[in-house]
């Protein structure tokens, strides 16, 4: 186990930037062709911790799940409001850059940031991502939820790799410091 563990965001958008539709719809994503799971499983082997607003967590329980996906994992969700702690999952609302640095140098694998936009927005703002893996649908959706909100912040980002899975592209990126 490394000392030092990355934050990575792990994230799919259409073609012009969205994460899903104004309703909160995937299914665009699940039109597209792609090979095997466009990387999932080797990625998902890199990382033992997931984090996630509480937005993502509800739609996540939404739908017809056997079981919580990321059983195996450690996984913490970040929300405003006080939750009753359930089998699978950590309610945090603490201050989130102070628990992600805790959480880095922790000793484990990386950590996965799996949505959504506002969370995601705040490590922008904190400067708390250490790497973005963006897979791209050919898709354009015109309107829905931003992989990027508009903010005050800045981040270089240098390209580490590019794969294609069939119709997908991915491309994974570190942040400079």
Do not use: C
Not at 86 to 114: A, T
Not at 150 to 170: A, S
């Amino acid at each position: 186990m490394k000392q030092h563990r990355n934050v990575v965001l792990f994230i799919a958008a259409s073609l012009d930037g969205y994460i899903a539709t104004k309703d909160d719809s995937l299914e665009w994503l699940f039109q597209v062709d792609g090979e095997g799971d466009n990387g999932f499983a080797t990625f998902y082997e890199t990382v033992d911790t997931v984090l996630m607003g509480k937005r993502t967590y509800d739609w996540i329980m939404e739908q017809d799940m056997q079981e919580f996906p990321y059983k195996n994992k450690q996984s913490y969700v970040f929300t405003r409001s006080s939750v009753t702690e359930m089998e699978n999952v950590k309610f945090i609302s603490d201050d989130v850059s102070d628990f992600i640095q805790h959480l880095k140098h922790q000793e484990g694998k990386d950590v996965w940031i799996v949505g959504g936009g506002e969370l995601l927005h705040t490590f922008l703002q904190e400067k708390l991502l250490d790497e973005l893996i963006l897979t791209v649908a050919p898709t354009i959706l015109g309107d829905g939820i931003p992989l990027f909100k508009k903010g005050d912040y800045q981040l270089d980002l240098f390209l580490k790799n590019t794969k294609r899975f069939n119709q997908f592209v991915e491309l994974h990126y570190k942040v400079k410091r």
